[in-house]
Structures are given as structure tokens and as C-alpha cells.
């Protein structure tokens, strides 16, 4: 394949639906995206699969245990997952997926202002690298002096993020 152009572009609307990640442990991950992160259990086959979703969506996480339970993260330098993208609304919904994570103990490997969005890089409990980020509106975009999208890779200030999480109680959601 020497032209990375398709010939015919796929339709505009198109999104990625889902992630199905393969997991050693179903109740640790489902504590990790549920528990921590916040996304709903929408239904769970005994110990081998779960499915979580948020705002009522069938699912857009898929556990399983099927080809992995107890199994170890794949090394680093092999090919794979680099991250699951979760895209919140706004920098305050943000905010608070940086509190809960906060709150949690789980270590930031990075974050990142990239002009179009800000984002924070963790990892899940079987290795995967989790992005956790909001889009900025495009008419804030960076833009060169042709218009060309010109994104860029600044510090992101988490505690100043940090400072902007709502604060939320288990019955206020």
C-alpha cells in the first residue's frame, strides 16, 4: 500500500463506537472504569465479560476475560493498543475525572495541552493507557497562517485543573 489516501473517504458522521479491551482481572477493571472513572455497568456475564457505558448506551467499554484472565500486560516496544481516548464535554467534567483519579491514587504518566484539546495519560489496571481529555471549541483551534491545523504538546497545569472539579457528592452524581 503506497497511497495512505483512500480513494473514497469514509462518511463524515462515522465515530468509533466502542472499545473491547482484553483484562486479567473482570472485578479489578470493572472497579477501575466503573469505581473510579465512572462509566455505568450496563450488564456483565459472570466473571468473564462486563459491558459499561455512559449516559445509558448499550456500551462503549467491553471487558473480558476470554483469552486473558490472569494474564500479564503485553511488554513495552510490541505492537498494540497505545491508549483508549475518553472525550469529555467540557474542561470541568474533565476536571472531575482528574479528581476521581486523584482520589484513587492512580499515577498521571503525563499531561498535555494540545491547543485543540487538554489531556491527562494514565493506565488502566492491566497496563492499557487511558486518555482522559475535552475538546476545546474548533474556533479556538491553533491555526497556521495558511488556516492548517497546528497543534502543539504544552504542559497541562493539573492542579490548577484540579481546582475547577465540581464538588460532587455519591447522590448528586
Do not use: C
Not at 15 to 41: M, P
Not at 86 to 110: C, M
Not at 115 to 133: C, F, H, K, T
Amino acid at each position: 500500500m503506497s497511497n495512505p489516501q483512500p480513494a473514497v473517504p469514509v462518511a463524515p458522521a462515522t465515530r468509533i463506537g466502542h472499545v473491547h479491551l482484553k483484562v486479567s482481572d473482570l472485578d479489578r477493571a470493572i472497579a477501575f472504569y466503573s469505581g473510579v472513572l465512572g462509566f455505568e455497568l450496563t450488564q456483565r456475564y459472570g466473571q468473564q465479560a462486563a459491558f459499561l457505558s455512559a449516559g445509558g448506551y448499550h456500551h462503549h467499554i467491553g471487558l473480558n476475560t476470554w483469552e486473558s484472565k490472569g494474564g500479564t500486560p503485553a511488554p513495552a516496544g510490541h505492537t498494540g493498543l497505545y491508549h483508549t481516548a475518553f472525550l469529555y464535554p467540557n474542561r470541568t467534567e474533565l476536571a472531575d475525572a482528574l479528581r476521581r483519579v486523584v482520589e484513587a491514587g492512580i499515577p498521571i504518566d503525563g499531561a498535555a495541552d494540545h491547543g485543540v484539546s487538554e489531556a491527562i495519560y494514565l493506565r488502566d489496571p492491566d497496563g492499557n493507557g487511558v486518555e482522559l481529555y475535552h475538546d476545546r471549541p474548533e474556533a479556538e483551534w491553533p491555526r497556521d497562517e495558511t488556516g492548517g491545523l497546528r497543534m502543539v504538546n504544552a504542559p497541562l497545569d493539573l492542579r490548577k485543573l484540579l481546582s475547577e472539579a465540581p464538588v460532587r457528592t455519591a447522590a448528586a452524581g
